[in-house]
T-cell receptor
């Protein structure tokens, strides 16, 4: 059974650009969550989608957005990149998010110069 | 509001030492409690969980007991290995909104 796949794994952008990250969940999982991980702030929740609907949203500015497609694949977008957006972005899928049992991908490491 | 507090790291131990990583929580009702582990260069993975008071979660030699009276869920292992070096996250999911609340993570370094 394939795990959660995130692409790209590494990317470098400059300030002001935008970026789109992709996440393919485990087959059958309809919930996808996104997290930002930085050394200083730890693990910060961005948003969660279930069957194409955003169920929960963290405390991030509107530059951070996401969506989920009918096949449960998800994308997140960050516009007008800032240096502080440099982080590891983790995607997690779940069969039932209310159980707290998440399956994480390896992450997309974004560096903003 | 609901929160999770973990001991600060890094925690450095020698191989075969006994491990305890402290985790305490604040939440109303009876949340479910979790330990996730992140090995270098990887995403997080669920290590163990407990869903009610006095439950003991266990996996890969690690254990944690849900203590309602002390609002704690400390992670323990009797004899650590170099391969246990990782970052460990304590988390809870409250009954109210089913949104995971994460601790800050504790980095564990095991020296041979």
């Amino acid at each position: 059974k394939a795990g959660v796949t995130q692409t790209p794994r590494y990317l470098i952008k400059t300030r002001g650009q935008q970026v789109t990250l992709s996440c393919s969940p485990i087959s059958g999982h309809r919930s996808v969550s996104w997290y930002q991980q930085t050394p200083g702030q730890g693990l910060q929740f961005l948003f969660e989608y279930f069957s194409e609907t955003q169920r929960n949203k963290g405390n991030f500015p509107g530059r951070f957005s996401g969506r989920q497609f009918s096949n449960s694949r998800s994308e997140m977008n960050v516009s007008t990149l800032e240096l502080g957006d440099s982080a590891l972005y983790l995607c997690a899928s779940s069969l039932d998010p209310d159980t707290g049992e998440l399956f994480f991908g390896e992450g997309s490491r974004l560096t903003v110069l | 509001g609901d929160s999770v507090t973990q001991m600060e790291g890094p925690v450095t131990l020698s191989e075969e030492a006994f491990l305890t990583i402290n985790c305490t929580y604040t939440a109303t009702g009876y949340p479910s409690l979790f330990w996730y582990v992140q090995y270098p260069g990887e995403g997080l993975q669920l290590l163990l969980k407990a869903t009610k008071a006095d439950d003991k979660g266990s996996n890969k030699g690690f254990e944690a007991t849900y203590r309602k009276e002390t609002t704690s869920f400390h992670l323990e292992k009797g004899s650590v290995q170099v391969s246990d070096s990782a970052v460990y996250f304590c988390a809870l999911i409250p009954n109210s909104n089913y949104q995971l609340i994460w601790g800050a993570g504790t980095k564990l370094i095991i020296k041979p």
